[in-house]
């Protein structure tokens, strides 16, 4: 406003334009076209460039870049990068996803999260073991030793001694499973049948 009053108290026509400035104070002016200490004839009209503050800062897409050059980047645009690693099928080191976005409007020295690949975790295996034939409690140990969790279903069975006893696995034995995987077990459980019927009685002999 003052330097509106003393060029219009000059006699001059004054029009005014917003230009960012990172240097200027937002409403200070940042220049006049003539120049500053150009003569001019009263009357003449002079553009005043007033500062809107510093300009805001479009993100950039850096989804897809390797680490290092998003890094480069964002610091290039004057942002502040915040780096966060998370497994990911993609290659190590790649860049799979930012926050904020493209696009969006920040102000110098904002922040960006980027999310970078580990890279793919490596899934170990493991062989199970034969556990037919054993008691539950064994098969169940069995399998926790060699990194495996088991699940027991029952089936019904009429011979005592298959009471307790895993008769089917699934997966089966020698089988290559990632660690940590569960293992069906079938396991018998004893249902004693009763007695037997009494056989039939022989037929009445015929009367004579």
């Known amino acids: 406003q003052r330097a509106f009053k003393e060029l219009e108290k000059a006699g001059l026509k004054v ?3 917003s230009q960012a400035s990172s240097d200027v104070k937002k409403g200070f002016v940042v ?28 993100v950039p897409n850096v989804v897809g870049l390797s680490r290092e050059s998003a890094e480069s980047r964002l610091d290039r645009e004057g942002l502040t990068v915040q780096v966060q690693m998370q497994a990911s ?3 190590k080191d790649e860049v799979i996803a930012q926050s904020p976005g493209e696009g969006t409007k920040l102000d110098a020295g904002d922040r960006v999260t980027i999310t970078v ?26 399998l926790r ?17 298959e009471d307790g006893t895993v008769l089917v696995q699934r997966p089966g034995a ?18 004693d049948p009763g007695p037997a019927p009494d056989p039939p009685s022989p037929p009445a002999p015929p009367t004579p």
């Open 15 to 17: 029009t005014a334009d």
């Open 31 to 58: 220049g006049t076209s003539p120049a500053e200490g150009t003569e001019v004839d009263r009357g003449s009209r002079v553009r005043l460039f007033v500062s809107s503050g510093a300009e805001r800062i479009a």
């Open 89 to 91: 099928e993609k290659p």
């Open 117 to 142: 690949s580990e890279g793919a975790q490596e899934v170990e295996e493991v062989r199970v073991s034969d556990v037919e034939g054993l008691s539950e409690e064994d098969a169940l140990r069995m």
């Open 145 to 161: 030793a060699d990194g495996l969790q088991g699940t027991v279903r029952e089936r019904a069975t009429d011979n005592e001694k």
């Open 174 to 191: 020698g089988v290559e499973v990632e660690r940590g995987r569960t293992v069906v077990l079938i396991v018998g459980r004893f249902e």
